[in-house]
């Protein structure tokens, strides 16, 4: 865990045990949700794929628990800039990833930063507000996934429907049996698998 200069923001991150920086990894960027920053759960969840795959995650913290403020947009977008000069990252390979009430943000990002964020997997959170035009120069990608027992699927569903209406890249995933938490290990190596593919367009 680190203190950005301003001494403003904290975040932490993991680096794959095997990081060679011969070989470009890809960057995965988790903004949590409003209630907790899931620091242990991604550790958890993730350090064994992000092995597997050559991703490092980083994860930006709000300055306040009770959410993301879009005055923190720049914060995270420095984070993200300071990483792709200390570690060899793939800019194809940069994306964001949230669940729940963090993909408010997370979707508020990904489309100010259009240049930096090549993807973003949103589970669980629906978009609020129309995206831009898709232009194909950013050639930006999009993972969504929802329970089927989740009160936000038919929203998630109509997001899904919205952005392949606008010609937006979709990949949409709904697991049996899951209510609004965090997915298990299948799911979150298809994300990997997807995160590994966002170069290939």
């Known amino acids: 865990s680190e203190t950005t200069p301003n001494k403003e923001h904290t975040y932490w991150a993991y680096v794959p045990e095997d990081y060679n920086p011969e070989h470009r990894s890809g960057l995965m960027v988790f903004l949590h949700t409003s209630d907790d920053t899931m620091e242990a759960a991604m550790y958890r969840h993730w350090k064994t794929l992000c092995d597997q795959r050559g991703i490092i995650l980083l994860a930006p913290k709000a300055a306040k628990l009770g959410g993301w403020n879009l005055d923190e947009a720049e914060f995270v977008k420095e984070t993200v800039e300071k990483f792709t000069e200390r570690y060899a990252v793939d800019p194809s390979r940069v994306f964001l990833h949230s669940f729940s009430t963090g993909g408010g943000f997370t979707w508020q990002l990904a ?44 929203a998630v569903q109509a997001t899904v429907k919205g952005l392949q209406n606008m010609k937006f890249p979709v990949t949409f995933s709904k697991d049996a049996d899951r209510e609004h938490k965090y997915p298990g290990t299948e799911q979150l190596l298809e994300i990997a698998r997807w995160a590994d593919a966002l170069d290939r367009i």
């Not at 194909?136 to 329970?147: D, E, H, I, K, N």
């Open 111 to 154: 489309f100010k930063y259009r240049e930096l964020f090549h993807g973003a997997a949103v589970l669980s959170q629906p978009l609020a507000q129309r995206p831009p035009e898709n232009a194909p120069s950013f050639r930006q990608q999009f993972y969504l996934s929802c329970g089927e027992k989740d009160p936000l699927l038919n």
